[in-house]
């Protein structure tokens, strides 16, 4: 079962970043090699124009499931923006073990 819009299939192969929360997809970030986080990247930040185009067709509380996992699949890119464009590891550079869980974030 497709877990993205129709329009968006081609980054079904990439269906595991739709996560809801930021947590999760700070745990995802560091647990992918660069090459999965690369893959990623190359095939959704071409798409980020016309992923936004879409999404704002609806209005945030009333966005279709298939959806939300496309807004979670883009949240996810944000993360992995950083590490892709400019640091070159999952890590922050030069930061050492630390930290930061949010205990709140926006709900969607």
Do not use: I
């Amino acid at each position: 079962m497709a877990t993205l819009p129709p329009e968006f299939s081609d980054l079904e192969p990439f269906a595991g970043w739709c996560l809801p929360g930021a947590n999760e997809r700070f745990a995802k970030r560091l647990a992918s090699s660069m090459k999965e986080m690369q893959a990623f990247y190359d095939a959704a930040f071409p798409r980020l124009e016309e992923v936004m185009e879409y999404l704002d067709r609806f209005p945030l509380d009333e966005l279709p499931e298939d959806a939300g996992h496309l807004l979670w699949m883009y949240y996810s890119l944000c993360t992995v923006s950083f590490p892709v464009e400019v640091w070159s590891q999952a890590r922050v550079p030069d930061s050492g073990a630390a930290s930061f869980d949010a205990v709140v974030e926006p709900a969607v």
